[in-house]
């Protein structure tokens, strides 16, 4: 028996390393230097908790070895104090969290996700005068759309941009809240309805990458994924040109039919885009006659400002001294509080 449970203990480790081996770890291996910079952070974060974990497991494996029943071994457990102990044990924690204080704080502002990118790579700066890729996503149900307002295309599923060059998302949702995430480009940024999102990112390499939704949003949650393709400026105008042959426009009332929600959809693209339909996706007023939440709240705005310059909505309230006399002592009730 002892001999066959070791035979089987060997087995599913064998085939746990073997399904390791397939494992593809992009989140540690990224092509976009946003995402290396953000790998960078993970490790050095993880090694400087490491240098308290590490030893602290290897002092309780050595104690319990040192004390056990079996070794005899002097021991002495009424004692007070001790600097020099003290010092290790609070010393170097603090000093981690510093550290890591440090580079968290760093990191945050750098590689916000509001921020233009400053550099293509390490060493590589962007050229002054470069214009980045903007492209628009929406997430809807179940599915991707990406708008490239440079070109006045749009594709489902199916999202590309040259290598080397700053990429500037926009980034909203059809209905309920969603994460776009592309592991090996940058991190996860969420998309909600009715608000607008921004992520700056780059991709140093050419190759076809995945992404997918990372935030639970229904049945089809699991099969809302599309390919990023990362491409030579060449090859990136020749998808371009694909994209506008491919004929047929993202109307608004195309997009409503492309808003119900569906599983597993192909990839499409759309040769011509309706003008301002991300605004519209934003605003929730692609259907025709809705009014845009922006012109809702700019006329509750105006309204709430001509409240306040009304005749009379300036002056002061009145005292209660002046409004009305103060009611007689017997009158007011009295609040006891229980211990």
């Not at 808003?259 to 301002?276: L, Q």
């Not at 310059?309 to 609040?335: I, L, N, R």
């Given at each position: 028996?002892?001999?066959?449970?070791?035979?089987?203990?060997?087995?599913?480790?064998?085939?746990?390393?073997?399904?390791?081996?397939?494992?593809?770890?992009?989140?540690?291996?990224?092509?976009?230097?946003?995402?290396?910079?953000?790998?960078?952070?993970?490790?050095?974060?993880?090694?400087?908790?490491?240098?308290?974990?590490?030893?602290?497991?290897?002092?309780?494996?050595?104690?319990?070895?040192?004390?056990?029943?079996?070794?005899?071994?002097?021991?002495?457990?009424?004692?007070?104090?001790?600097?020099?102990?003290?010092?290790?044990?609070?010393?170097?924690p603090l000093l981690i969290?510093?550290?890591?204080?440090?580079?968290?704080?760093?990191?945050?502002?750098?590689?916000?996700?509001?921020?233009?990118?400053?550099?293509?790579?390490?060493?590589?700066?962007?050229?002054?005068?470069?214009?980045?890729?903007?492209?628009?996503?929406?997430?809807?149900?179940?599915?991707?759309?990406?708008?490239?307002?440079?070109?006045?295309?749009?594709?489902?599923?199916?999202?590309?941009?040259?290598?080397?060059?700053?990429?500037?998302?926009?980034?909203?949702?059809?209905?309920?809240?969603?994460?776009?995430?592309?592991?090996?480009?940058?991190?996860?940024?969420?998309?909600?309805?009715?608000?607008?999102?921004?992520?700056?990112?780059?991709?140093?390499?050419?190759?076809?990458?995945?992404?997918?939704?990372?935030?639970?949003?229904?049945?089809?949650?699991?099969?809302?994924?599309?390919?990023?393709?990362?491409?030579?400026?060449?090859?990136?105008?020749?998808w371009v040109a694909q994209?506008?042959?491919?004929?047929?426009?993202?109307?608004?009332?195309?997009?409503?039919?492309?808003?119900?929600?569906?599983?597993?959809?192909?990839?499409?693209?759309?040769?011509?885009?309706?003008?301002?339909?991300?605004?519209?996706?934003?605003?929730?007023?692609?259907?025709?006659?809705?009014?845009?939440?922006?012109?809702?709240?700019?006329?509750?705005?105006?309204?709430?400002?001509?409240?306040?310059?009304?005749?009379?909505?300036?002056?002061?309230?009145?005292?209660?001294?002046?409004?009305?006399?103060?009611?007689?002592?017997?009158?007011?009730?009295?609040?006891?509080?229980?211990n």
């Amino acid at each position: 028996m002892p001999k066959a449970i070791l035979l089987a203990r060997l087995a599913t480790a064998t085939g746990a390393l073997a399904l390791l081996g397939g494992c593809d770890m992009v989140v540690m291996n990224p092509m976009g230097d946003v995402a290396l910079q953000q790998r960078d952070m993970v490790v050095i974060a993880t090694l400087l908790m490491l240098l308290i974990v590490v030893p602290v497991i290897a002092l309780v494996a050595i104690i319990a070895w040192r004390y056990r029943e079996s070794a005899n071994a002097h021991y002495e457990p009424d004692w007070d104090h001790s600097t020099q102990l003290e010092l290790v044990i609070w010393s170097a924690p603090l000093l981690i969290i510093i550290c890591l204080g440090a580079i968290t704080w760093t990191g945050t502002h750098l590689l916000d996700p509001y921020r233009p990118l400053d550099r293509i790579s390490a060493g590589k700066p962007v050229a002054p005068g470069t214009k980045p890729l903007e492209v628009q996503v929406v997430s809807l149900d179940w599915k991707w759309l990406f708008i490239y307002p440079e070109y006045g295309i749009a594709t489902v599923n199916e999202l590309a941009a040259p290598v080397d060059r700053p990429i500037s998302f926009r980034l909203t949702s059809s209905s309920v809240m969603n994460a776009f995430y592309v592991p090996t480009l940058a991190g996860m940024i969420y998309t909600m309805p009715s608000m607008e999102t921004r992520l700056q990112a780059v991709i140093n390499k050419a190759g076809d990458y995945e992404g997918f939704s990372a935030n639970y949003s229904g049945a089809g949650f699991s099969n809302m994924r599309f390919r990023f393709h990362g491409m030579s400026d060449a090859d990136f105008a020749g998808w371009v040109a694909q994209a506008r042959a491919a004929g047929g426009e993202l109307s608004r009332a195309r997009y409503l039919e492309l808003e119900k929600p569906s599983e597993k959809a192909p990839v499409m693209r759309f040769g011509s885009v309706a003008p301002a339909l991300f605004d519209a996706v934003t605003n929730q007023c692609v259907k025709p006659g809705t009014p845009c939440m922006s012109d809702l709240m700019q006329k509750d705005a105006g309204h709430a400002a001509g409240m306040e310059h009304m005749p009379g909505m300036d002056m002061p309230m009145p005292k209660a001294s002046e409004s009305q006399p103060a009611a007689p002592a017997s009158s007011v009730p009295q609040h006891h509080h229980a211990n």
